[in-house]
């Protein structure tokens, strides 16, 4: 959604083509802990990419229209990721290691719609959590920190929003403490006309005290 269109480049092919002049590729990809903006491009044109990426993740148009059209993309990419044994695996081996903790869930699923998403809710909570406080910026560059500095300082990346709540910093107990097994955990999916068996192994060493 955020490469539909913004503020001030409304016209969805405009958006493309600025990447498409200077040679360069995006993409973004969500999972349970955040979600990730990719963007790559020669140095001399890093300036500009990051002002460009600053616009589309803050600024974006988010109109019904491309929402709608969004939202049935996403149901088929779901409906393929059902049949995939690889992803089907992962979502278990989550579900398990992550029992009893918001990670149990899968970042989306085909019955996530099976009742309408409701447009308004779905952009007021990108509004209130995609926000510069709750975002980390990494670039691999041959530029100096400090023209990377400079160059963030003059985007809208650089204005933070000390009242907005981190959903980053609500998951820490989460990312900080491993799961606990005990004993042997298993589970087991069956699924129609598949041959092959697919496996994860997952083992934990239980930490000892150090002596002085």
């Not at 089907?88 to 979502?91: F, G, P, R, V, W």
């Given at each position: 959604m955020c490469f539909k269109g913004t503020i001030h480049n409304p016209d969805f092919n405009k958006v493309i083509l600025h990447y498409v002049d200077i040679g360069a590729t995006w993409n973004a990809f969500s999972f349970q802990r955040y979600t990730l903006f990719v963007l790559k491009c020669q140095d001399d044109f890093l300036p500009h990419c990051i002002k460009l990426l600053a616009e589309e993740l803050l600024t974006s148009r988010f109109s019904l229209n491309s929402f709608k059209k969004e939202e049935k993309v996403v149901i088929e990419e779901n409906i393929i990721k059902s049949d995939n044994p690889k992803n089907?695996?992962?979502?278990i081996t989550n579900a398990s290691l992550y029992e009893n903790t918001p990670y149990q869930n899968t970042t989306d699923d085909i019955s996530y719609h099976k009742k309408k998403y409701d447009y308004k809710t779905v952009i007021d909570f990108y509004k209130q959590n995609y926000?510069?406080?709750n975002m980390i910026f990494s670039v691999s560059s041959n530029m100096s920190f400090a023209t990377i500095l400079?160059?963030?300082k003059t985007t809208d990346f650089n204005k933070m929003n000390q009242k907005t709540?981190?959903?980053?910093?609500?998951?820490?107990?989460y990312l900080l403490t491993p799961p606990r097994v005990n004993g042997v955990k298993y589970r087991i999916k069956h699924i129609k006309?598949?041959?092959s068996i697919f496996l994860h192994l997952w083992t934990f060493k239980t930490p000892t005290l150090l002596k002085n």
């Open positions: 089907i695996l992962e979502d926000v510069p406080g400079k160059s963030l709540p981190s959903i980053h910093l609500s998951m820490m107990p006309k598949l041959n």
